[in-house]
Nanobody, 123 residues
Framework: QVQLVESGGGLVQAGGSLRLSCAASGRTISRLAMGWFRQGPGKEREFVAAISWSGGSTDYADSAKGRFAISRDNAKNTVYLQMNSLKPEDTAVYYC????????????????WGQGTQVTVPS
């Protein structure tokens, strides 16, 4: 089992930055693919970014490309999402997820989920 706890969310003005963290416990994440997803008000949960277990491969939703960066520190058992140039449409609960096989952009492929952290960007 893997327990995931997100942190770093908050209220930020448009154009600002936030760094989300996802701390894992229960087992090492060094062989787990990791992803970030989000769910905005009245919307379905959607893919944001994913990273392979080694960190050598990443993928981003079109909405995140050029503004967000996913990274991982396996020694700290932590995954990060650096978010820059934030927009009101980025307002959502952001979830961290882990997958025991190859990285994926599909929500249904992930085995473990955190509780989420709220990011609010006022318009």
């Amino acid at each position: 089992q893997v327990q995931l706890v997100e942190s770093g969310g908050g209220l930020v003005q448009a154009g600002g930055s936030l760094r989300l963290s996802c701390a894992a416990s229960g087992r090492t994440i060094s062989r787990l693919a990791m992803g970030w997803f989000r769910q905005g008000p009245g919307k379905e949960r959607e893919f944001v970014a994913a990273i392979s277990w080694s960190g050598g491969s990443t993928d981003y939703a079109d909405s995140a490309k050029g503004r967000f960066a996913i990274s991982r520190d396996n020694a700290k058992n932590t995954v990060y999402l650096q978010m820059n140039s934030l927009k009101p449409e980025d307002t959502a609960v952001y979830y961290c997820a882990a997958r025991t096989t190859a990285w994926s952009t599909a929500i249904e492929d992930y085995d473990y989920w955190g509780q989420g952290t709220q990011v609010t960007v006022p318009s």
